[in-house]
């Protein structure tokens, strides 16, 4: 077989394409020796907070550094409990753990695999009761404080805000948006009557720059986003071994900062995030109409009020692995995010939580598959990709 290859990503294109324009960011450094900190880092973090529609963003590590420090920044810490969902990247729950905090998951809606809002309303309303004191939900079972919510907008479309916000007023929960697959994902709120950008929305938010990501960086990166001037602040900090000035430390922080080199390639890069996350949709609305005929295929679900960036383009189908292996032997490239949900996962054994808890996120990992996407697939790849889901599915 020697069919042409349809790869899961496409990583060399855009970067090709660019490869003028990012030489001279790495040249700029070279010749400034401006590696960490410095103007690259500050511009890039002023043109990321005006895309998101915020007023500060502050570059990191990663995606998993930007989630910590944003925990610990909005005081989310050890006795406390921080909801998230189980059909999320590791990397959510790490953070929350290394803040000290408890984790605490609600299954997904089974359409947008995205937080179940009524799950979360009733975990809070039935199995936590109300502190006098502080007005935050005490959970039962384990005696612990609800502190935090992490909406994942996960595959590049956000969860359903209104109700989450909703929930955090009434119970004085801190949102930390998950926006780390979302870069100029879309959300309208009904209760402020207008379309809000994904990483606006709570107290702040962590994006990631991993390569692979809709705004990747040609290495490590993260950024949080927030409107909140004292948590920007202490992000900084903390992200600078806890120094307000060179050698005097306030706290202890880590070393959780954004490179310079790769600051400059995310703010050339960011320039063309629209016009990237543009062709997603473009290659979205492809698939769907392409898939709409084929029986057995569950196509993505975009609610009215979401404008989703795709990150991935994931179907479902009951018979998922063989699909996958089939399109694996016709040289298609698809990927599982995630085969297992985390609260099955061996590193949270410890949980104590059984198989069946969560029963939407656990039929969910069996059935999901991630579809080539991204910025320049083309129409006919695509139509070879449907061709041979509907030639396997009439192999039944
Ligand atoms: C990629 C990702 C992260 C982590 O980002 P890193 O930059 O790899 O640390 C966190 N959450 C989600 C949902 C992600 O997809």
């Known amino acids: 077989m020697n069919e042409v290859k349809i790869p899961f ?93 408890a984790i605490e998951f609600v299954d997904i809606d089974e359409r947008t695999y995205n937080m179940d ?3 979360l309303a009733d975990f809070l309303e039935n199995q936590c009761h109300v502190d006098d004191k502080t007005g935050r939900p005490v959970c039962k079972k384990t005696g612990k404080s609800v ?70 960086a040609c290495g490590e990166g993260g950024a949080v986003t927030t409107n909140d001037a004292e948590i920007a602040a202490k992000i900084r900090t903390l992200r600078d071994h806890g120094q307000s ?7 202890e922080g880590y ?31 492809r698939y769907h109409a392409l898939l709409r005929g084929i ?7 975009e609610p009215a009020w979401a404008k989703c960036v795709y990150h991935l383009y994931v179907i479902r189908n009951r018979r998922r692995d063989e699909l996958q292996k089939y399109l694996g032997d016709k040289s298609i490239f698809t990927a599982l995010h995630y085969p297992v949900p985390l609260h099955l996962q061996k590193s949270y054994e410890r949980l104590g939580i059984k198989e069946g808890t969560y029963p939407v996120a656990e039929k969910a990992a069996k059935e999901i598959l ?23 599915l009439g192999k039944v």
């Open 9 to 101: 990503l496409d990583l060399v294109t855009p970067h090709v394409a660019l490869e003028e324009e990012l030489v001279a960011v790495f040249k700029k450094a070279l010749h400034s020796a401006g590696f960490i900190g410095g103007p690259m880092v500050e511009e890039f973090e002023k043109d990321f907070a005006a895309f998101c529609g915020v007023k500060h963003c502050i570059g990191v590590n990663s995606g998993t550094d930007a989630l910590r420090f944003a925990f610990m920044a909005a005081g989310v810490g050890s006795g406390d409990i921080v909801i998230t969902v189980p059909n999320t990247f590791i990397a959510t729950t790490e953070a929350i753990s290394q803040s000290g905090a």
């Open 147 to 216: 502190a935090a919510v992490v909406p994942v907008h996960l595959y590049g479309q956000t969860a359903d805000m209104d109700r989450i916000t909703d929930l955090a007023a009434k119970y004085h929960l801190v949102i930390i948006e998950d926006a780390c697959q979302a870069h100029g994902a879309e959300y309208l709120s009904r209760k402020e009557d207008r379309w809000v950008k994904a990483g606006s929305i709570g107290r702040a938010a962590a994006f990631s720059f991993y390569p692979g990501k809709n705004l990747g």
């Open 255 to 285: 070393n959780g900062r954004l490179d310079a080199i790769q600051a400059g390639i995310l703010q050339v890069k960011l320039r063309h995030l629209s016009l990237w996350n543009e062709s997603r949709r473009e290659a979205a609305g």
């Open 117 to 119: 809002t009524e799950k």
């Open 295 to 301: 029986a057995g295929v569950v196509a993505p679900y």
């Open 245 to 251: 000035k060179k050698y005097y430390h306030d706290i």
């Open 370 to 392: 991630s579809l080539p996407m991204y910025p320049g697939l083309e129409e006919v790849q695509q139509e070879r990709v449907a061709r041979e889901i509907s030639a396997f």
